[in-house]
């Protein structure tokens, strides 16, 4: 099967600070990426749609100025979560899909887990 | 709205008996998949499942089946001969051909009894 990976897998900050996640589709050209935050003990809610050369669309009460996602390439996007506060502390998913639109099925990274002191 | 419910936080199930996780959407797109995933503690999502809004036979994966009833727009997640390798959070979710992306339900947490 397809192959999406994310780095890092663990990530601690200290408040204030930024920090990039990394997504990449291993073996597949990825036109969209989608990335996603699940807090503990609950589902995972979508934050915003990556499309590749594209500005990425962020979903309602998703801060873009805070959330900076860049998907220069069509086998890597980036999640940057810029001064970061403790509220920012989460497990981080992105996924991608192979086809454009379509209802087929996407692919998930390993997530990363963000703790910011 | 919601548009992905499922209603069990928690199930529990003695191991290989099967057990029956509930699903139910919303939508008014003529064409989606349906989708269920798995989430054990490490936090990787496992996919477990498809089932395409044409499809008229349900989908089988293994140990999984997925009871779809499109006119109740149900898609329960059967897993027969349960292991104590199958607890884990289980995701139903829902991509329609008129969005890009897909939404997760609330999620159901299963643990499997020895």
């Known amino acids: 099967g397809a192959v999406v990976s994310q780095h890092p897998s663990w990530v601690i900050c200290k408040s204030g600070t930024s920090v990039k996640i990394e997504c990449r589709s291993l073996d597949f050209q990825a036109t969209t990426m989608f990335w996603y935050r699940q807090f503990p003990k609950q589902s995972l809610m979508l934050m915003a749609t990556?499309?590749?050369?594209?500005?990425?669309?962020?979903e309602q009460g998703v801060e873009k100025d805070k959330f900076l996602i860049n998907h220069a390439s069509l086998t890597l996007s980036t999640l940057t979560v810029t001064s970061a506060h403790p509220e920012d502390s989460s497990f981080y998913i992105c996924?991608?899909?192979?086809?454009?639109?379509?209802?087929?099925?996407?692919?998930f990274g390993e997530g990363s887990r963000l703790t910011v002191l | 709205a919601q548009k992905i419910t499922q209603t069990q936080p928690g199930m529990f199930v003695q191991e290989k008996e099967a057990v029956t996780l509930d699903c139910t959407y919303d939508?008014?797109?003529?064409?989606?998949?349906l989708f269920w995933y798995k989430q054990p503690s490490s936090g990787e999502m496992i996919f477990l499942i498809y089932q395409g809004s044409y499809d008229e036979q349900n989908a089988t994966e293994g140990r999984y089946s997925l009871n779809f009833q499109k006119a109740r727009k149900s898609a329960n997640l059967v897993i027969s001969a349960s292991q104590l390798g199958d607890s884990a959070m289980y995701f139903c979710a829902m991509r329609e051909s008129n969005n890009n992306d897909m939404r997760f339900g609330a999620g159901t947490r299963l643990t499997v009894k020895p």
């Open positions: 939508t008014s797109d003529q064409s989606y998949g």
């Open positions: 990556s499309n590749e050369g594209s500005k990425a669309t962020y």
């Open positions: 996924s991608a899909s192979m086809y454009p639109g379509g209802t087929g099925e996407l692919f």
